[in-house]
Structure formats: structure tokens, C-alpha cells
């Protein structure tokens, strides 16, 4: 059993950067690929980014140079680094866990947090 709960969304500016970050509890926290994806009003929600165990990463185009995913196994938390935010990156960012490396399908993922709002003001 793993129980998420991420932190650090809130309000920027179009251009500016944000660091969302995801506390895992559980012992086996490291035996997992970690993803988030985010959910924009009336929108699906959808896949942006993954990372292994050991630390390989996956990224969605939208995203790709701009979001950073990162880990720190011995702290049980993942991060979501993001540089220059655009207005459409508004949504309720969430981290999620899987035992599946590569996963991008939402129903690979087991273990869901509460989300976190973003919000990219122009």
C-alpha cells in the first residue's frame, strides 16, 4: 500500500517556474515508477511525465524540455520541476505510482494523491 500527498502547486506567472513535489509513505516506495499527470478543466486527465526506480525518465511532448521529474528514494518524495510555464498548463497536477516502467495509461497506475492546483496566469 502506498498513500500520496502532493504539495507545492499555486500561482505563476506565464514564463515562470513552479516545483510540485509528491510524499510517499510505505516501504516499498522505491520498487516504483512514478508518473504525474495533470487535468485541466473539462479535460481528461492526462499522462506528462514518468520516472523509474532507478531513475529513468519518460516525458509527454508537450512537456519535454520544459518539466523536469525527478526522485529522491531515501526521502520517499518525487518532484515535478516546471520552467517556463505556458497558460494552458493550468490544472490539478497529480502523482501517481505503478509497477509498470513506461506506463502512461492511467489504469496502470495503482496509487493516485489528492492533486495539486496550478495555475498559469498571461
Known amino acids: 500500500q502506498v498513500q500520496l500527498v502532493e504539495s507545492g502547486g499555486g500561482l505563476v506567472q506565464a514564463g515562470g517556474s513552479l516545483r510540485t513535489s509528491c510524499a510517499a509513505s510505505g516501504r516499498t516506495f522505491s520498487s516504483y515508477t512514478m508518473g504525474w499527470f495533470r487535468q485541466a478543466p473539462g479535460k481528461e486527465r492526462e499522462f506528462i511525465a514518468g520516472?523509474?526506480?532507478?531513475?529513468?525518465?519518460y516525458y509527454e511532448d508537450s512537456v519535454k524540455g520544459r518539466f523536469t521529474i525527478s526522485r529522491d528514494n531515501a526521502k520517499n518524495t518525487v518532484y515535478l520541476q516546471m520552467n517556463n510555464l505556458k497558460p494552458e498548463d493550468t490544472a490539478v497536477y497529480y502523482c501517481a505510482a505503478s509497477k509498470i516502467f513506461g506506463s502512461k495509461l492511467r489504469s496502470l497506475y495503482d496509487y493516485w494523491g489528492q492533486g495539486t492546483q496550478v495555475t498559469v496566469s498571461s
Open positions: 520516472i523509474s526506480w532507478s531513475g529513468s525518465t
